[in-house]
């Protein structure tokens, strides 16, 4: 995996808003990431375990959705095992 600019994670995020995941304290998940290195690592901790400080991840209903997810982890290098994890928390959750 290369290295990436900064800006890749706002990248990333804004690409998830606009397939119809709704980020729930935003402000919060861009902040984390921007402090760290590794912000896919972060990202998927946060995905996971971000409830207790009001981090969620959900779908708005669009039924292609997870589709356009898994199309948007693939082009910013999430491994398939990860790729996986989220979507399915994405299924639990609606």
Sequence with gaps: MG????E??????????????VIRNENEVRERLAESQR??????????NGRTLGIEFSVDGNS????????IMAA???PAEKEAAFLAQL????
């Design 64 to 71: 292609s959705a997870s589709t356009a997810v898994q199309r």
């Design 39 to 48: 912000w896919r690592s972060a990202f998927m901790t946060l995905a996971a």
């Design 91 to 94: 299924a639990a959750d609606r």
């Design 76 to 78: 910013h290098a999430f």
């Design 8 to 21: 890749s994670y706002a990248e990333f995020l804004d690409s998830l808003k606009a397939a119809g995941v």
């Design 3 to 6: 290295s990436y600019c900064n």
